[in-house]
């Protein structure tokens, strides 16, 4: 027998048996079973809560009658044909499990559908744009619908948040910002952003989108886990023979994660086939388009609908990220979502939206009056220009203006300590203000009689807000410096040795031993109690019943004697 004749004998014989080994690697995904299925968090939706949406009541409407309709129920050879029909680069198999999941949606979940149809008129565009400027499958945009139900307030019990289910390290590891009053995984385009960049990372490490998805769920870390223990070495170059995607490693999965791409597919069935179940679709009642302007101050939701007559939970479903209804454009500029036809309302109308109820939402800022700010009667704040020195560091000026290095680099936004040869810095300081204009004499007279102060005001309402009693002094004809010599002086022997400049006055002798004291900037009761030996802050206000809990610059208090 030549030595062609025995390699087509062995080709002959061999090849069924690759055959057959082959065909059971491309039935796997197909035969696959669980009698233990884990659904994802989503399905616990509470959909009353859900349709509570502002959105879903004034946008959207759902057709009723399909409520009493019961499910159509289909063959599994037409759902094969069905998920065969939707245009995918990722890959939908059926198997058992698949099936549990697509049952769930179309018949005790139904209502969750039609909810999430509703709020996908929406969404659904936005995820697209994303999704598309990375490159990636728009079948992907179906992934919200298992991580969230669409619900941008969604909170797992793992603490992951938003539409996508972001945790705070990954978040934060994209550039997403989460404090107290600003929680980006809640909105609706930067999140995406986000969501399509970490996708697009998963999958140029696995080179599988089952496996990205599934690393999408648990991390990168379980999924390599789950590989390893199935034999499965991604280094190894051989491993390209070897069937890498999520159906290998199933059961080498947290029990969470195994469910996950079967609703996936799922999901994908019942967004493009809810109708052939009788479950209702969702249409708009009316169109909604919005647009973004950017916002340099802080504001209160409760100022924009007040004066653009807007209901304040539209401005909540639109803009989910603000936590606590406060834009805080103070510190940086963030993006405001409106109707596009407010938006140019919203531009015209700012300074009506800043002052409306300002006393109640202005930022108060407390300035403990150090010796760097030297907040005593007769200042006012400056901002010089620093031109940085050969040699010069940024503690080296904080100390020369007495100032802290942090104050520095909130003051020009830098974000290291380094500075160069030659570069100009803004510090804010304090200089006597032995001398007003005529402007600030009136601005500071009528700050007397003012019950709430702007601490965001310009630099020389602050200065001149300051300097109260210089201004009235200067207006009756004498330097502020001067002590009236009308008014004999209490002074502790601890003032006394400090030279302390707001000495405080005697009262006159009907005053039933007390003396007064005129509150200055930054002052509360207890900071007043500490200059008056033997003086708590609960003794000024029972001498005071109708001063109240917040007292102003210029106010008088009678302090108790002890």
């Given amino acids: ?45 509470d959909v009353h809560r859900m349709m509570q949406n502002w959105y879903l009541q004034n946008y959207i409407v759902l057709d009723s009658r399909a409520d009493s309709e019961s499910d159509v129920d289909a063959t599994d050879e037409v759902m094969i044909q069905r998920l065969a029909q939707i245009p995918t680069t990722i890959e939908m198999p059926f198997n058992q499990i698949v099936r549990s999941h697509i049952d769930m949606y179309t018949q005790r979940r139904r209502s969750l559908v039609e909810n999430m149809l509703g709020m996908s008129l929406y969404y659904m565009p936005i995820f697209e744009e994303a999704l598309e400027r990375e490159g990636l499958p728009l079948e992907l945009r179906y ?16 603490g992951a948040a938003g539409l996508w289910q972001f945790m705070l390290p990954t978040a934060r590891g994209f550039g997403l910002e989460i404090n107290t009053l600003v929680d980006e995984r809640r909105d609706p385009v930067t999140s995406t952003q986000a969501a399509a960049k970490y996708l697009r990372q998963l999958h140029d490490i696995y080179g599988d989108w089952s496996l990205a998805i599934a690393a999408y769920n648990c991390g990168p870390g379980n999924v390599n886990k789950a590989l390893r223990r199935a034999g499965i070495d991604m280094d190894n170059p051989n491993a390209a023979a070897i069937q890498k995607d999520f159906w290998s490693i199933y059961y080498n999965l947290p029990a969470e994660t195994r469910g996950y791409v079967p609703a996936f597919i799922a999901a994908n069935y019942v967004m493009n086939y809810y109708n052939c179940h009788n479950i209702s679709p969702a249409l708009a009642r009316r169109p909604i388009l919005t647009d973004t302007v950017h916002i340099n101050k802080r504001v209160h939701f409760n100022q924009i609908a007040n004066v653009l007559n807007i209901p304040i939970e539209e401005i909540r479903a639109l803009n989910p990220q603000y936590r606590k209804d406060i834009i805080p454009g103070d510190v940086r500029s963030y993006a405001l979502r409106l109707p596009s036809k407010l938006v140019y309302a919203y531009i015209m109308s700012e300074d009506s939206i800043l002052s409306n109820n300002q006393s109640r939402y202005v930022r108060r800022t407390v300035v403990e009056p150090t010796d760097h700010t030297a907040l005593v009667t007769g200042t006012r704040l400056v901002v ?22 942090a104050d520095i680099k909130k003051w020009n936004r830098l974000k290291s300590t380094k500075l160069k040869r030659g570069q100009n810095i803004k510090i804010h300081t304090y200089e006597p203000a032995n001398e007003l204009s005529v402007a600030e004499k009136t601005t500071a007279t009528a700050a007397i009689s003012d019950s709430q102060v702007n601490d965001n005001s310009a630099a020389t309402t602050v200065s001149t807000a300051q300097s109260v009693e210089t201004a009235s002094t200067v207006s009756a004809g004498k330097q502020a410096s001067e002590p009236k010599k009308s008014e004999p002086k209490t002074v502790s022997p601890k003032q006394e040795q400090k030279k302390t ?57 009678k302090i108790p004697r002890k």
């Avoid at 030549?2 to 080709?11: A, F, M, R």
């Avoid at 609960?538 to 109708?546: H, Q, S």
């Fill in 501 to 557: 400049a707001t000495t405080p006055k005697k009262a006159n002798n009907n005053s039933g031993g007390t003396t007064i004291h005129t509150v200055k900037r930054g002052e509360s009761y207890w900071k007043i109690a500490k200059k008056y030996p033997g003086v708590s802050a609960d003794d000024i206000r029972k001498a005071n019943p109708t001063a109240g809990d917040k007292i102003q610059i210029g106010q008088k208090l």
């Fill in 384 to 405: 010089k220009t620093h031109k940085v020195a050969r040699g010069e560091t940024m503690q080296k000026i904080a100390s020369r203006y007495r100032v802290t290095v």
């Fill in 1 to 45: 027998m030549t030595l062609s004749k025995l390699l087509i004998l062995s080709s002959i014989l061999i090849a069924p048996v690759c055959a057959k080994a082959s065909q059971g690697i491309l039935n796997l995904s197909e035969t696959i079973t669980d009698t233990a299925i884990v659904y994802p968090e989503s399905f616990e939706t």
């Fill in 143 to 158: 992934l919200p619908v298992i991580e969230s139900a669409l619900n941008p307030d969604a909170v797992s019990r793992a």
